[in-house]
């Protein structure tokens, strides 16, 4: 005996789609217009002469030459760090990982004022005043570098780990296999694999240098001519009131850093960097 059928079932009516991704436009065109404006802002308040103005102050100058070549040595010592560290995280299993893994993100999650007090703690420790013995630290070109190197090497770190963790070990496995040890692995199949992922975080690391603020005017101070580098220059000339002067510098600041993210978008491993930010 069956069971007889019951009556068809009415055939379901979606809602269109349309609000919902209407709504997700309007969520989101509202931040990208709130980040236009700000930038509409800073081009409105200035001009093309007081830009010009700021180029030709020496001061400026410096500070744009001091922040290239700080930020240039900043991504270098980064990528030595983060290369190796990022590897190890991500093809190892050892006592400690998770730790190691949460310390590395401190920097990242510190507010920039106790990231430079620890700095400057630690070059009054025995250890660090034994340093500056040799090389003057504290307030002085040195201590841009480290200051910077403290914030963007942790992101230099973090994109290498999940860029070696988007590539398979497999290609690894096989060339020891074929009588490569581990470090001709690295080398000749890891590392060529990673260079979309390296590019990212070179250009991550420069760009949240050259940002860095709150380190530097701890650890190294904001002196003229000295350890002045652009964001500690806006900081100077609004604190003098040279308000047409902060913005010009800001807008360089601006363009550099999307020049930055914009090669990075292009040239690097787009997974990657959107996982950091």
Not at 59 to 81: N, V
Not at 202 to 217: N, V
Request: with cysteine; net charge positive; proline share 8%.
């Amino acid at each position: 005996m069956t069971a007889e059928a019951g009556p068809p079932l009415p055939p379901l009516r979606c809602r269109p789609d349309w609000p919902f991704f209407a709504g997700l436009a309007v969520l989101s065109g509202v931040y990208v217009l709130f980040i236009v404006a700000m930038l509409a802002a800073d081009l409105s308040f200035t001009s093309p002469r007081h830009l010009l103005r700021a180029l030709a102050s020496p001061e400026i100058r410096y500070a744009i030459k001091l922040s290239l070549i700080s930020c240039s040595l900043t991504t270098l010592l980064s990528l030595w760090i983060a290369v190796p560290t990022g590897y190890l995280l991500s093809r190892h299993r050892f006592p400690g990982k998770r730790l190691m893994d949460a310390i590395l993100d401190i920097p990242i999650v510190l507010p920039p004022l106790v990231i430079g007090l620890s700095l400057l703690i630690l070059f009054q420790t025995p250890p660090g005043r034994a340093l500056q013995q040799l090389v003057p630290v504290t307030y002085a070109i040195p201590s841009v570098i480290l200051a910077q190197f403290a914030v963007a090497c942790a992101f230099a770190v973090r994109t290498m780990l999940v860029t070696f963790d988007q590539i398979s070990p497999r290609c690894e496995q096989v060339a020891l296999t074929l009588g490569c040890n581990r470090s001709q692995a690295f080398w000749r199949v890891a590392l060529p694999e990673a260079r979309r992922g390296l590019l990212t975080a070179a250009t991550l690391a420069w760009a949240r240098a050259l940002g860095e603020f709150g380190p530097i005017l701890v650890f190294s101070g904001a002196t003229r001519m000295r350890t002045e580098v652009l964001p500690t220059t806006v900081f100077l000339e609004l604190s003098v009131g040279n308000i047409e002067a902060a913005v010009a510098v800001s807008l360089i600041m601006i363009a550099a850093a999307l020049i930055v993210l914009t090669l990075a978008r292009l040239f690097g491993l787009r997974a990657p960097l959107e996982r950091v930010l």
